[in-house]
T-cell receptor, first 111, second 115 residues
Framework: GENVEQHPSTLSVQEGDSAVIKCTYS??????FPWYKQELGKRPQLIID?????GEKKDQRIAVTLNKTAKHFSLHITETQPEDSAVYFC??????????FGTGTSLTVIP | GAVVSQHPSWVICKSGTSVKIECRSL??????MFWYRQFPKQSLMLMAT?????????EQGVEKDKFLINHASLTLSTLTVTSAHPEDSSFYIC???????????FGPGTRLLVL
């Protein structure tokens, strides 16, 4: 089955700085990679996703890059704000079937 | 659009009782729903995939007789934790997906505490 690893597990940045979270996956058949943000006690919310036919996708301050050859993808948040503080999960799946989640990154943005 | 609800949000029960959790897609038809379990400060662990009108597919290590899943309609899936024990205490979250789509939309979760 698919195995997704995520680093770092915790990340603290100053407000305004950038944050980068990295994930690797094991199954080369995976072709859909969403990122979710989860605030304490709340549901995961999709923030961005990327498909394997695209190398990079951007949505305002959030971007995701994908390297299919190396089987890794990354989340980039620029100009971080305190409200970006949350746990972020990456996931990998094949055509939206079972999602296999990374272990999560707890991001703290220090005002 | 794409709102998923769960009921109840909180449940406390005695050991040995069964608990049913409902997951509903409110504004779309969900051909597939997924059930996850999340321990404090940990990731979401997929328990099973539920397709409308067919038997659920369970992940390795998940007891299907312990966690009964029913997906009777395109907007409702239920998870029943049978003969619950304290080790079943956890945060259970469902998600739903439209036919042909990849994105999963998550419910708000159900916190189960078994005494």
């Amino acid at each position: 089955g698919e195995n997704v690893e995520q680093h770092p597990s915790t990340l603290s940045v100053q407000e305004g700085d950038s944050a980068v979270i990295k994930c690797t996956y094991s199954d080369s058949a995976s072709n859909y990679f969403p990122w979710y943000k989860q605030e304490l006690g709340k549901r995961p919310q999709l923030i961005i996703d990327i498909r394997s036919n695209v190398g990079e996708k951007k949505d305002q301050r959030i971007a995701v890059t994908l390297n299919k050859t190396a089987k890794h993808f990354s989340l980039h948040i620029t100009e971080t704000q305190p409200e970006d503080s949350a746990v972020y999960f990456c996931a990998a799946s094949y055509t939206g079937n079972q999602f296999y989640f990374g272990t999560g990154t707890s991001l703290t943005v220090i005002p | 659009g794409a709102v998923v609800s769960q009921h109840p949000s909180w449940v406390i029960c005695k050991s040995g009782t069964s608990v049913k959790i409902e997951c509903r897609s409110l504004d779309f038809q969900a051909t597939t729903m997924f059930w996850y379990r999340q321990f404090p400060k940990q990731s979401l662990m997929l328990m099973a995939t539920s397709n409308e009108g067919s038997k659920a597919t369970y992940e390795q290590g998940v007891e299907k007789d312990k966690f009964l899943i029913n997906h009777a309609s395109l907007t409702l899936s239920t998870l029943t934790v049978t003969s619950a024990h304290p080790e079943d205490s956890s945060f259970y979250i469902c998600s739903a997906r439209r036919e042909g789509a990849e994105t999963q939309y998550f419910g708000p979760g159900t916190r189960l505490l078994v005494l």
